[in-house]
């Protein structure tokens, strides 16, 4: 890694763990440019040298707290015997980590969306490349999609490949597993269920979504 980009990586860290403490301690919407650059030490100018906008830090913050799931998906998933059970297993997985945090998880895949932010995960794990964990072709391709959509269907692509699901029925599924993902996180977002309900709920309907439309 060259000079420039080193020092680029540090001071973003820099500015990524202030908002970071910020989130921890009071939430992600109390995220603002002037708290992040008193807690770094810097001026909101010298912040807006590595960052285009709050969304694009705080979405940089978030991420940080993800990257234990993403760390771990490969070693989780490892036993499975068929493309179905994978998948079933990369939803647990993801639901395991998702429920314990939800706001963040919601703040990165459904609340502060705009054009923008589509490549903002690419750019993350180049930076920080570390977070990203080793994983097979099909696994990297899926984290490194910031749409929540296009990350269910590309782990959904392995029950396709595998003629568990047709291809044409593909997006049906796909969509309805996370509306009903979206739905559920929510109520643990507004205290409604807690995260062992909405896990136990959310697995059991993805099983029963799966049967719908399995054809082997």
């Not at 650059?37 to 912040?47: C, V, W």
């Not at 590309?154 to 490949?161: D, F, G, M, P, Q």
């Amino acid at each position: 890694m060259e000079k420039k980009e080193i020092q680029r990586k540090r001071m973003m860290s820099i500015f990524i763990d202030a908002a970071a403490k910020i989130l921890e301690n009071e939430g992600i919407e109390a995220i603002t440019i002037r708290k992040v650059a008193n807690i770094a030490g810097y001026n909101s100018a010298t912040l807006y040298n590595y960052f285009e906008n709050i969304d694009h830090l705080v979405f940089f913050a978030a991420m940080g707290f993800i990257k234990e799931y993403a760390y771990n998906l490969e070693e989780y998933i490892k036993g499975a015997k068929s493309g179905i059970e994978k998948y079933k297993l990369i939803w647990e997985c993801f639901c395991n980590y998702s429920f314990k945090k939800p706001e963040v998880y919601y703040a990165i895949f459904f609340a502060r969306l705009n054009n923008s932010l589509e490549d903002y995960v690419t750019e993350y794990y180049k930076i920080f490349p570390e977070e990203l964990g080793t994983h097979g072709e099909n696994i990297s391709t899926m984290l490194l999609k910031h749409n929540i959509y296009d990350r269910g269907k590309t782990s959904l692509e392995i029950c396709v490949n595998e003629g568990y699901v047709k291809e044409e029925d593909m997006e049906e599924v796909n969509e309805m597993t996370l509306l009903l993902y979206q739905g559920i996180l929510l109520k643990v977002i507004n205290k409604k269920i807690d995260s062992a309900e909405a896990r136990k709920r959310i697995l059991k309907y993805i099983d029963q979504t799966l049967k719908a439309y399995r054809v082997k």
